[in-house]
């Protein structure tokens, strides 16, 4: 409620008792020779009754009015520690800046925080997400940047087999060496749509994070054209180096929405699209 909703500001109209300075002539007034009326008792009592009404009502909007604020689902960074992780707390803006520096274009410096930990945790859903994962050069540094270092070196052999195996590359349209075929457009997209903090130890994380991803090959002729899926990541960070990195992680589909009744853009809508629409440094 605000203060011109409850009328608050009406209390302006009852300033209290008179100051007797003026004087006013009534015609049936019982007064003296100047026709000064005299004073009521009930009168003066009921302009204080009103005038004691009218602050009620003023500091009651006042509170009212200062609790809109409260209300919502943000929530300060100085309280991000003090919060207990299973809470149920929706992903909202803070207010705090995002992190600007960039290792091999993916965001670092992450504070030591809850926060910290869920804005690391949804930026590199987008980097393990997007295309650099097909391409030898770009997938090692995507992961040095992203894991810990001891995990980025047991990772890289893994992932090297999964991303070189024609087979695999085969099924989605790509050419050996992970790259399109002339004349399409290979899109490997992340967008997350939240994260949840499941746990929180100070120097380890867990953290969820859900997203929508587009994925497939956009040109005239494609037999896999770009659709979109949900997936859920669950990520657990650890402090290391003074940053966030990544340990390990799982994924599970969904949830997924329904459907929304939209006509699927062309091929070359969809290819205009991509390369014409960069990504985000996601915080929390």
Known sequence: MSLSDDGGYGGDS????????????????????????????????????????????LLLAAIAF???????????????????????????????????????GIAKGFPKTQQGAESAAANYAVALSSGGMYKSAQRDAIVGAVYTPSA???RKESLRKVYTDPKFLGRIGLKA????????????????AGTKLEKFE??????????????????????????ESWYTSTMQLQWVNGDWKLA????????????????????????????GFGGFTYAR
């Open 152 to 154: 980025a070196t047991a």
């Open 248 to 275: 390990d992680f799982t994924q599970k589909a969904g949830p997924a929405p329904v459907g929304g009744d939209q006509t699927a853009a062309s091929a070359k809508d969809m290819s205009k699209a991509v390369q």
């Open 202 to 227: 100070g120097t380890t994380a867990t953290v969820a994070v859900w997203y929508s991803s587009l994925f497939g090959l956009a040109g005239q002729g494609s037999q896999n054209p770009v659709a």
């Open 14 to 57: 009852h300033r209290g008792p008179e100051t007797g300075q003026t004087r006013t002539r009534l015609p049936d007034s019982d007064g003296d020779g100047y026709g000064t009326a005299r004073r009521s008792r009930t009168g003066l009592s009921s302009r204080n009754l009103i005038t004691i009404v009218g602050v009620i009502v």
């Open 177 to 192: 060496d992970g790259s399109a075929p002339s004349g399409m457009t290979f899109v490997s997209r992340a967008n997350p």
């Open 66 to 104: 200062a609790n809109r604020g409260g209300s919502g689902n943000s929530e300060s960074p100085s309280d991000d520690s003090a919060k207990d992780a299973g809470a149920a707390r929706p992903t909202a803006p803070t207010g705090t800046k995002p992190v600007t520096g960039k290792n091999d």
